[in-house]
């Protein structure tokens, strides 16, 4: 686990200060979950995309959204919400990439469709992508399911964040959203997971000071 320190972040373009998301400090996995966390899980799992997921520090896939949560639970953990992942991705400087700005397609910062690697990378690969806060592989590879807070009621999709290696680098930039059905099964979705509580400080409460 890492520490992300409390404050506030620009969160997707919230450029002002007013704007911008006021966060609790939390921790959150370093590394995206492997292939050999998940199966002390569950010790009967059987690869589901072997073809692009299959040595032990590879990222899982093909996990969907109800079993990360059941596995996040076991962890003793949940998944993170959609500001926590992308303030551990970003930092506070509302950066594109978790390394900073692309400057043209860099090999050794992530796997993308870009690069056609046509596999999942293990999760200590890309050390030149780490986040600010020291977080690997926020960037391609696999997507991580998140948890949207005020979801809309006329939707069941849940959100996705990261990108993959079958998606290009735009779409791996930190603020850039996707969604998948929650019972979908997909060898580009990876999970992640952070701390108990929620650390969203919401705004009533800083008025509750005064």
């Keep these: 686990m890492v520490t992300v320190p409390a404050?506030?972040?620009?969160?997707?373009?919230?450029?002002?200060?007013?704007?911008?998301?006021?966060?609790?400090e939390f921790s959150i996995m370093k590394y995206r979950t492997t292939n050999v966390l998940y199966q002390q899980f569950d010790p009967r799992f059987q690869h589901r995309y072997p073809k692009y997921s299959w040595n032990k520090d590879q990222p899982v896939v093909g996990i969907n959204y109800y079993e990360a949560t059941v596995f996040a639970l076991w962890l003793g953990l949940r998944l993170p919400t959609e500001t926590e992942w992308e303030k551990t991705s970003r930092g506070t400087d509302g950066r594109d990439y978790p390394w900073g700005e692309a400057m043209g397609y860099q090999t050794g910062y992530c796997?993308?469709?870009?690069?056609?690697?046509?596999?999942t990378s293990p999760v200590t690969d890309f050390e030149e992508g780490i986040s600010p806060y020291g977080c690997f592989d926020m960037a391609g590879n696999a997507w991580e399911w998140c948890v949207q807070l005020f979801s809309s009621q006329f939707t069941t999709q849940k959100i996705v964040r990261g990108g993959s290696?079958?998606?290009?680098?735009?779409?791996?930039?930190?603020?850039?959203?996707?969604?998948f059905d929650p019972a979908e099964r997909h060898p580009g979705v990876s999970v992640r997971c952070t701390t108990l509580p929620l650390v969203e400080v919401e705004k009533e409460d800083e008025d509750d000071d005064f």
């Excluded at 290696?165 to 850039?176: D, E, G, P, R, T």
């Design 7 to 24: 404050g506030k972040f620009i969160y997707q373009d919230e450029k002002d200060e007013e704007d911008q998301i006021d966060m609790k």
């Design 111 to 119: 796997n993308t469709a870009d690069f056609v690697v046509g596999h």
């Design 165 to 179: 290696w079958l998606n290009y680098m735009v779409n791996a930039k930190c603020h850039f959203r996707n969604s």
